[in-house]
């Protein structure tokens, strides 16, 4: 025989050719092959193993190389194909060489795969089942069982056929297993495991171990139950493993198993004898786990995975008392996926018998569970994150209360970073998962004492920021549904709609943990917390920071999320959940929940709710929804109404809600169907009437807050239709307030885009509203509530006082009375309304005289605040106005002269205040004393003259009405109004009393400084127009200029602006009498009265030259200061103190106006900025100056630089006053020579300026800051109070 072809030379030549042949592909020639050698060389022993090997290489290589080739050879006689397959198979018991035995097995299944027959592999079983039936032990049927095993491998249908028609050779295979050695039963088994995993049998059950006879099987059971107990070979168990997880498939093998072992108990008991003891799979298996093999952990965690699938009550008891969970958790602490899966699964089903807990076993592995999980959430299968979350919340929700897992802060805090690291996980599935374990986790039960605040806030935080960042597709951007696209757009959406649901459940979990440690005290205070929290600014308490981050999440993440998923599609589930935690946060925070509720009503969450209601409750459907839905809106309304309504009125209307709100499930655009049906009286709170109720409250919390849930009309005429139908006979006592005052609020927010309306729902209003025993209960502080009574005259005249007075009442500022911010766009917005009422409707402001008059407190102020508002916003009142207020004024007074001055003077000071702010917006033709206006003056003067002096607060109004009408009343009305004033002794002898007062040397005005500077301004105006008239004097006044001429030189700084104004303006009008009127008696020096005449200065007594001198030194500093209400004032005294030297002695005025210091203080007026240079006060000393003919004033530069800032401003610029005061010096210009004296150019440049200023009355020069002066001591008395 060659090195290539299976030939035996020797016996070769004896053999017929047919049994010969050259195999194998053509290019290479083949292999010459007898088959007839081949028997016979197998059969021989004298041919060694290692020839007999090399032919089975050739063999082996031909049935490669060539398929069919050999197959064709033998098939020339049955007999010899026969033959030579039992003469392979009889060498598996021959030949002891383990090379040469491999090739046989080698050989024999390529050979029967070759031959392509159910015949040779039967025959083949045949003859291994005749072996072992005439063999008396098995031993040397190790190669046997190995080719029977490769055997079942290589033919597909072999384990079926071996199942079901070869019972006599299976019986014998598991009579072989009772052999004591492990690598026949580990080949055994093999064969055994083939023949079980056969697929096929009924529900899922593998068809080899189904149709295994029942005996047999259980047989099979207890060897392999013996064999697992006693292998030591590592591939023998894991065989044995392999068959066992097949038979477990079986329901009635798991069956005999388990129960076996309490069998084999009853055994020993009948057989004493017997030391074997019993089998129980529990504790194989729990060995197996200790054996530190990670494949047979595995495989025995997959083992009890397969028994307690079954039925998990059943069969976990037995594992659990074996402690085999112990075990299983120690198996956590590994890195393989495959071992963590098998291990998770097993705890999964184990978890289900409440004995795992009774036994304490989830206290002992929760510790190997967190750990093991920080480990798993760092690896890349997601299936194993999974469920290794499901387990730990499996755990969380299945432990019993009385025993805590977690009994420290550290414990609590690592499974809480757990929870957080799979929240983080880029798949949803596992930030899922981990959501719902983190519901689990904020039980109250799992909470550590003391409680982790701070972690449960940090997981509601990181779960809520999850939430919003899922990209919710909306229903407008959907792929199309035949792309691959989409399906992966639907998966990721249903995947974020999970995670959302999951979330929602977390948040409702971690309020009701809020809830429940609010109201136990010793969860609520955090006793371990350092006691230098507070110190280090963290005052605020642990819980309420949940609180308000729970209140946070909501609002900011949960209300958007949710409203915007339910825009796709409304979930049942996912809107119960939300509505659930809207509800949690009015009873954790309620101090915030009316800002909260007003948001969520302005946010449609009435339309909102109540539209879910409709959508998915009707019929009956989804009541959990219903519930969560109805009570909310109950809460909100509450919540809303408690702003509005007395305490009464909210527990009366939650009750009638939460028996209307359950069955109400209509949607909004049908409510006015409701509200038109004609409904009996209101008899009980669930009825149709209560509903109409109810929807009226609804409609007004909502349109309070900008949402309108019907269109004005639809709502104005349904309110109408109700109230009318409340009206009709029969129908019972009236609707309880908090229905009137929806209704009231419904008509008049509605008015303005609705038709007017007609007698029969303005009677029945009108009725409505006098059957309330008071309309406070009615009331509601809005503006159209006023506008609505004030637009119809009956409603007005029956209601119209008291929701001023509710109105004024519910006012929390007053309003700023400056004239710089008089504008009603510079009022608050409540002022703003009731500004805009009086403008509209006259009427409210006699109504508004009579709460000054008749109310006491802030209200009275409020009122007489907006009416002084009012007159000083209108400019000059028209002669309407005027004739309107004033009468109700006098009458006022005429009472307060009757009741005495020591009565009602809280009244007495708002009138008098009132009067100032009416007479300074007089317009000139109003200004006649007569009728009304003396009247009012006789009865303010005789009021002023019997207060007391230290009653500033009436007497500072009073004299600043008196020198109004004085200061601004025309020449031929001015005669009687003073000889009444001076005929009055009272007023006088107050007058004199308050001249006498100190003044305090300070720049803030004090009530006594106000009165003193009104007290002044009276004065001048009585000097002034006694004066003119002659009018008799019936008491004089002491008055010591030597005080006034110091206080102006020496003590300015330290003086009110309106103090040294006053005593200017009383100065100003002693000069223009000459310093002789007889209502006067002037000293120079205190106490000394009048001086005698005589000497040098006895024309200008009792002033002197030098009293002159320095009131002009004073009046120089004055205007240099440079202070807008002084400068006028000043100017004024100085024209006056000039035109009194010109007459008495006009070598002094010369003096005085040719003073160095006049040259510097024009000089510093007219360089101050063109603001100060076009000041009417700086145009008007320089008329003064050129009238007394001063050589200071010059063209150039004074003249010239004001002609030139005029003409670079424009005429048109420049105010009223200022006009004037440029008017008046040019005209002086004209009349009068400079020095040196204008040229022509000069001249002609003057006069054009003259021409094309706008023409404008002549005013004097001491009354050009008379109005500003009355407009100024407006405010003198609010500055004092």
Known sequence: MTSLDVVYEKIHFRHDPKWSGRLGPPDRGGVILCVACVIEMMESCDISSVRKSVALSGISGVLKLSPGALRALLQQDHRVCLHFTASLLGMLHTVKNSATLERVVQVLVQLLLELQSEEYVRYVLTEIHTQLCEQASVRGFLPTFTFLGKLLDAVPNLPHSLAQEHGPLLERLCSA?????????????????????????????????????GPLRERLCMLLLQTLEQACCPQLTINCLGLLLQLLKLEEVVSFLMNSNSDQDQDQDQDQETSTP?????????????????????????????????????????????????FLFECLCTTSEVLLWSVHSSLLMLTEDPLFFSQCHSVYGIESLVCSLKQVLKMTNLEVQSQGLLLLSEVLERQPVGVRLFPSGPAFLAVAEVVLGGVASSSLQVATQAAHTAT???????????????????????????????????????????????????SHASGAGGFVLQALVCLQAACRLAEQCASEPGL?????????????????????????????????????????????????????????????????????????AAKLASSGF???????????????????????????????????????????????????LGCVLPPLCVRVSDWPSLLAEAQGPHTHSAGPRATQHCLLLMLQLALQHGDRLLPDSTVFSSVCGLLCSVQQPGHGPPPPPWVLRAALYLLAATQDRSPPLSWAPLNSISKTLSSSPSLSSLYIHHAALLHFLYRYPELAQGFGAQVLELWLSHQTREPDLAPEQSGVRDQDQESAVLLALMEKNPSVILTMLGLVCTREGPLAERAL?????????????????????????????????????????????????LLCVTQTRRGPADSDTDGTHFKLLYHVSNLAGKLQTTNTESLLPAFTFLHCCLSLAPAHCGDGAVSMLLSNTGLMNQLQAILSLSPSLSPSLSPSCALLCCARLLLSSLVTLQHTHSSQVHKKISLNLESMVQTLLCRKTHTHTLLLASSLKLLQAVLDVDVSAELLCVSVVPGSGSRPVGGADSCLDPLGSSGALRLATALYSLLLQKQHLVLRVSVSCLGSLLAYLQRNSPLTAQHVVCQPWCRLLLHSLLHSGEACLLHPASLTLLSLLVVAGSSVVMWEPDLRKVLDAVETRGLEELGEQSTQALSLLLTQLQSSVLHPPLSEEQRRRADALMESLPPTPPTPLHLLATSL?????????????
């Open 177 to 213: 297993l009772l052999y004591p050695d492990e690598g026949l039963k580990t080949s055994l088994f093999y064969v055994w495991q083939r023949v079980c995993g056969t697929a096929g049998g009924s529900g899922g059950a593998p068809f080899g171990a189904q149709s295994l006879p």
């Open 278 to 326: 019993p089998l129980s799979l529990p504790l194989i298996l729990k060995k197996l786990l200790l054996s530190g093999d990670e494949m047979l952990q595995v495989a025995s965690a997959q083992c009890m995975v397969a028994i307690l699938v079954h039925s998990p009550t059943q069969y976990c008891s037995p594992f659990i008392l074996a402690d085999v969970p112990e």
């Open 440 to 490: 689990a986790l904020l039980r109250l039960q799992h909470q550590s004492s003391p409680v982790q605040y701070k972690a449960v806030e940090r997981l509601v935080k990181v779960i809520t920021a999850r939430c919003a960042e899922l990209p919710l597709p909306s229903s407008s951007h959907r792929p199309g549904p035949g792309s691959l696209k989409a399906s992966e757009a639907h």
């Open 524 to 596: 609520k205070e955090n006793v371990f917390t350092a006691p230098s929290g507070q110190s280090q600014g963290q005052s605020q308490d642990p819980l309420e920071s949940l609180c308000v981050c729970l209140l946070h999440s909501c609002d900011s993440v949960c209300i958007p999320t949710v409203t915007r998923q339910c825009e796709r599609s409304p979930s049942p589930q996912v809107l119960q959940f939300f509505y659930s935690i809207l509800l949690s946060q009015f009873s954790l925070l309620p101090a915030l929940m009316p800002r909260f």
């Open 606 to 656: 009435y339309r909102l709710a109540l539209e879910n209601k409709a959508l998915l409750c009707v019929g009956g459907r989804n009541s959990s929804l219903n519930v969560s839905c109805s009570v909310f809106i109950q809460k909100l309304s509450v919540c809303l109404l408690s702003q509005i309504s007395p305490l009464q009125d909210q527990e009366e209307v939650e009750s009638v």
């Open 865 to 913: 605040a907006l009416l002084g508002v009012f007159m000083q916003g209108r400019g000059s009142c028209d002669a309407s106005l005027t004739a309107l207020i004033t009468p109700t004024l006098l009458q006022v007074l005429q009472r307060l002269t009757l009741e005495g001055p020591g009565q009602g003077v809280d009244s007495l000071s708002l009138v008098l205040r």
């Open 1269 to 1281: 002066l009355c407009n100024g001591l407006i405010r003198l008395f609010y500055a004092a109070r």
